[in-house]
Nanobody, 120 residues
Framework: QVQLVESGGGLVLPGGSLRLSCAASGSIFNIDHMAWYRQAPGKQREYVAAISPAGTTNYADSVKGRLAISTDNAKNTVWLQMNSLKREDTAVYYC??????????????WGQGTQVTVSS
């Protein structure tokens, strides 16, 4: 079993910054990537960004240039630096981890989410 604990959410003014963190613990093996998703009220969960253990990153077009994902492999921790925040960034942000088991069977786990509210 794997546990993911997110932190760092809160209320921020438009144009402000926040840094989310996610710490993974438990039976962790063969990490494919760690990622952030978000879900705004009344909308489906959407992809935000991902990072591989090698440091390869990928971002949704809507956040490129404003959000940055980073990781500390030794600590199984991933961060999401959020700059120039907009009201439309308001959502619950979820951390996920995807691991590859024997015979390439995927194992994915999710955190409980952290609320980010961008408002004046």
């Amino acid at each position: 079993q794997v546990q993911l604990v997110e932190s760092g959410g809160g209320l921020v003014l438009p144009g402000g910054s926040l840094r989310l963190s996610c710490a993974a613990s438990g039976s962790i093996f063969n990490i494919d990537h760690m990622a952030w998703y978000r879900q705004a009220p009344g909308k489906q969960r959407e992809y935000v960004a991902a990072i591989s253990p090698a440091g390869t990153t990928n971002y949704a077009d809507s956040v490129k240039g404003r959000l940055a994902i980073s990781t500390d492999n030794a600590k199984n921790t991933v961060w999401l630096q959020m700059n120039s925040l907009k009201r439309e960034d308001t959502a619950v942000y979820y951390c996920s981890i995807l691991m590859s088991g024997p015979k390439n069977i995927p194992y994915d786990y999710w955190g409980q989410g952290t609320q980010v509210t961008v408002s004046s």
